[in-house]
């Protein structure tokens, strides 16, 4: 695992004079706040998340606090799991899970193909019944 404390430098270009006041995060900072924030969107514990990504939970939470980078293939494997490609972690502003479905879908990731399919007719029968009884209170 790298230990380096990496930090993005602003360009310092004549042309770019515009961008000099920018204050660029450093890359263990972003990375770590990225991972905690959308673990934390997906409703995931840090030892559910390690163990998804086959690490220790010690591990992943030094990747949190900004104390350990992940090496190459141990950052892809968080981006899979936390359903964001390797670009929104390392980014300043990274997307929010607010669709729903980013949520269920994590949830969902370890199930069998029979689960899920049991899971989604729940779930629909569920919303159907809600739905109605919304529509109903409305009367």
């Given at each position: 695992?790298?230990?380096?404390?990496?930090?993005?430098?602003?360009?310092t270009?004549?042309?770019?004079?515009?961008?000099?006041?920018?204050?660029?995060?450093?890359?263990?900072?972003?990375?770590?706040?990225?991972?905690?924030?959308?673990?934390?969107?997906?409703?995931?514990?840090?030892?559910?998340?390690?163990?998804?990504?086959?690490?220790?939970?010690?591990?992943?939470?030094?990747?949190?606090?900004?104390?350990?980078?992940?090496?190459?293939?141990?950052?892809?494997?968080?981006?899979?799991?936390?359903l964001?490609?390797?670009?929104?972690?390392?980014?300043?502003?990274?997307?929010?899970?607010?669709?729903?479905?980013?949520?269920?879908?994590?949830?969902?990731?370890?199930?069998?193909?029979?689960?899920?399919?049991?899971?989604?007719?729940?779930?629909?029968?569920?919303?159907?019944?809600?739905k109605?009884?919304?529509?109903?209170?409305?009367?």
């Amino acid at each position: 695992m790298l230990t380096l404390n990496a930090t993005l430098m602003a360009d310092t270009h004549p042309s770019h004079s515009a961008y000099s006041d920018v204050k660029v995060e450093p890359l263990t900072v972003r990375l770590s706040k990225n991972i905690a924030c959308r673990r934390r969107e997906l409703g995931l514990t840090q030892a559910q998340l390690a163990e998804k990504v086959g690490v220790d939970t010690e591990t992943l939470s030094r990747f949190e606090r900004g104390k350990h980078l992940p090496s190459l293939a141990t950052l892809e494997k968080l981006a899979n799991q936390l359903l964001i490609s390797v670009a929104d972690l390392l980014a300043e502003q990274t997307k929010s899970a607010d669709d729903d479905a980013l949520i269920l879908t994590s949830w969902l990731s370890d199930l069998s193909p029979t689960d899920k399919i049991f899971i989604h007719s729940i779930l629909k029968q569920c919303c159907d019944y809600l739905k109605t009884k919304s529509t109903l209170s409305n009367l």
